[in-house]
């Protein structure tokens, strides 16, 4: 029997600190299935510049605190592959190789790239940017990964890489891995503000490395059901920002919450105070382990080098294969 253990990977731009956001969509399933894959997590430092060419000292101490993130949520630094994008030789040579098989206009329509495009503006749309499904696609490829636990946005670039691995195997004769997208069971986190997306550039996230007060600002500033003016108005939780955040962080509670909103029982203010409770409950041990981090950043920097070094003997191992059947070595 084959017993090769199957492998992850997955990973997060280095632009910033990591939030709930990322939590529910990648992070809290990387922790549950590190035990069962060797997981490879990606700092995208590369992908970072995509948007934040013109801050790179921002990348690189961002480096550090997406990996203290992870590490922070329970990754095992004994188990998991830390691995810096930027560093890995085979991801940038497949990026190229793969660069000539997508079409334009593939890239032109993916959903994610139109949404984050009109953000950004159009105009400024740079090469690097339309193309980052293919560099991910080399991310997840260059290590033959089997399985990519990721949020919904993510889906459409996962799609992609099945379709550019898919031709790609059949022009060259490669085997190389085609991947599944993991889902996360928690569809997309919205904002507590109301907005319908956590993110930094909304200015609605909360950290995984937030301080209690801090968390506790968000929450009490949170917008519940508007025309609930008073306690005794009963209240609608299916309109409510702070019910949706009890339905992903406090399951056991939610209908009982619910059924005493809908009766006047339970005012909004005390409704925040119990979503606070269990959102501290969870980050207090994440906060615990990434503050042990921050005081030894030295034993991060280790691990991001060793995980990097193991990632380029794969990865280089693997390109020479893909480089023969290309006929690219003479
Ligand atoms: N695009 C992902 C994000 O914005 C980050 C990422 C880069 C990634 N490379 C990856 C995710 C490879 C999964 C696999 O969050």
């Not at 299935?33 to 790179?56: K, M, R, S």
Request: proline share 3%; net charge neutral.
């Amino acid at each position: 029997m084959d017993t090769k253990q199957k492998r992850i990977l997955t990973g997060d731009r280095t632009t910033g600190k990591l939030h709930l956001g990322h939590y529910v969509g990648s992070l809290k399933s990387r922790v549950a299935l590190q035990h069962e894959y060797d997981t490879f997590i990606l700092l995208a430092d590369v992908q970072a510049l995509t948007t934040h060419f013109e801050h790179p000292e921002l990348i690189n101490s961002s480096i550090y605190d997406v990996a203290m993130d992870n590490l922070a949520v329970g990754l095992d630094p004994e188990k998991v592959t830390l691995v810096q994008q930027s560093q890995i030789t085979s991801i940038a040579e497949l990026t190229l190789f793969y660069s000539m098989i997508v079409t334009v206009n593939q890239l032109r329509h993916n959903p994610t790239i139109k949404t984050e495009a009109k953000n950004y503006g159009y105009a400024d749309l740079t090469y690097g940017f339309l193309g980052y499904p293919v560099s991910q696609t080399a991310d997840i490829t260059f290590c033959n990964a089997d399985l990519v636990p990721v949020g919904e946005d993510q889906v459409p670039h996962i799609e992609l890489a099945r379709k550019i691995v898919r031709k790609f195997n059949d022009l060259y004769g490669t085997s190389i891995v085609e991947p599944q997208v993991k889902l996360s069971d928690v569809g997309r986190l919205s904002g507590l503000d109301g907005n319908a997306k956590m993110g930094k550039s909304m200015g609605n996230a909360i950290y995984l490395s937030d301080s209690a007060d801090t968390v506790w600002e968000r929450v009490r500033n949170a917008v519940t059901d508007p025309a609930r003016v008073t306690v005794k108005i009963p209240g609608n939780p299916e309109i409510c920002n702070v019910y949706k955040y009890h339905c992903v962080f406090n399951k056991t509670e939610k209908d009982d919450i619910a059924d005493r909103c809908r009766n006047a029982q339970i005012g909004c203010v005390a409704c925040k105070k119990r979503l606070n409770e269990v959102l501290n409950q969870m980050l207090d041990p994440i906060r615990e382990r990434r503050s042990y981090y921050e005081n030894h950043k030295g034993e991060v920097r280790d691990l991001i080098m060793e995980g990097t070094r193991r990632a380029n003997e794969v990865g280089n191992e693997n390109l020479r294969l893909i480089k023969e059947k290309m006929h690219v070595l003479i």
